[in-house]
């Protein structure tokens, strides 16, 4: 048996505000929430095939550590439709060194971490 990608988790200044973008992108509700912290998952909660992301406040990068990378993919749009939406959300593009033949989009969150829009996956792996 192999091990299950269950939670993801990312540093960030204001927990709230990214909760708020995240759950939109994704279409996702808090699960928990702490002072400093929220998880936010799935509608059907803990334990799913997808991954709770777990937002917790830190106030400065810690030395050493590079922040999580996030792919997404559209689920009911294809991909120039999903960037709309997600630009009307908060996200901003991000140039991190890209080519410009990618076949994918490098966004930043409103604290400017870096994710990547990819193509619609319409057959699994």
């Known amino acids: 048996m192999a091990c299950r990608l269950s939670e993801l988790v990312l540093g960030c200044r204001d927990p709230r505000l990214l909760a708020r973008f995240w759950c939109d992108v994704l279409d996702y509700v808090v699960l928990d929430e702490e002072e400093d912290m929220l998880e936010i998952g799935p509608r059907e909660?803990?334990?799913?095939?997808?991954?709770?992301?777990?937002?917790?406040?830190?106030?400065?990068?810690e030395p050493g550590k590079t922040r999580l990378h996030i792919d997404v993919n559209p689920t009911d749009r294809d991909q120039d439709a999903e960037l709309e939406r997600l630009l009307a959300l908060?996200?901003?593009?991000?140039?991190?060194?890209?080519t410009g033949e990618e076949h994918w989009h490098v966004l930043a969150?409103?604290?400017?971490?870096?994710?990547?829009?990819?193509?619609?996956?319409?057959?699994?792996?």
């Open 109 to 125: 969150d409103p604290e400017d971490n870096v994710f990547c829009l990819l193509r619609r996956r319409l057959d699994p792996l």
């Open 90 to 98: 908060g996200a901003r593009p991000a140039d991190i060194g890209q």
């Open 45 to 61: 909660g803990f334990g799913g095939p997808q991954p709770t992301i777990i937002l917790s406040r830190r106030d400065e990068p």
